[in-house]
């Protein structure tokens, strides 16, 4: 018995010399008011969202890739499949080519922004238009390589990038103009 309250003994005193990691000394936990504030401040508070500089941008760079896409038109005879086999695969290249660099850039810009709750699905919208117009871009320097390499895209066999860019293209322009006129 007496082992027993020897051992009882003990691990109360270890118990109460080890005490709670949470607890806290009070000259530790008080602060001033600024510090108060200054912790209670969130990363993503209303304070540090950007949604009009967000929102500038994107309309900027969605001019930017919409002209790319207007010098793609113009290089392709306006997407036309029967005189794709015609036109400049260089200048094809050139424009597939600037349409990635573009929606990288975007994309760039696009991280450097903070958005509220209202925008977030906007900005997720946003960033997956660039993933496509990038898309685009890759499927047209495909395109422009199977006419260097004399592939005839009026024949089902070949087309296959040509379709990829052309559903790519189809997608990307469709979502640049929604995106634009959903966020006014």
Request: hydrophobic share 30%; proline share 3%.
């Amino acid at each position: 018995m007496i082992f027993t309250l020897i051992i009882l003994l003990v691990t109360i005193l270890a118990v109460g010399c080890t005490g709670s990691n949470s607890e806290k000394n009070p000259s530790q936990t008080s602060q001033t008011p600024s510090q108060d504030q200054a912790s209670s401040q969130q990363p993503n508070s209303p304070a540090t969202y950007q949604d009009t500089e967000w929102i500038a941008s994107v309309h900027k760079q969605n001019a930017i890739l919409k002209a790319d896409f207007d010098k793609l038109s113009n290089a392709t005879n306006n997407y036309n499949i029967s005189t794709m086999n015609n036109c400049d695969p260089n200048e094809i290249t050139k424009c597939g080519q600037n349409l990635i660099d573009d929606a990288k850039n975007a994309l760039d810009e696009d991280n450097k922004y903070s958005v509220s709750e209202k925008y977030l699905k906007d900005k997720g919208n946003w960033e997956t238009i660039l993933q496509i117009c990038s898309s685009a871009g890759n499927s047209w320097i495909q395109v422009a390589d199977d006419i260097k390499n004399g592939k005839d895209l009026n024949n089902t066999t070949n087309s296959s990038n040509l379709v990829g860019a052309l559903g790519n293209t189809g997608a990307a322009t469709y979502n640049l103009k929604r995106i634009d006129s959903s966020l006014g």
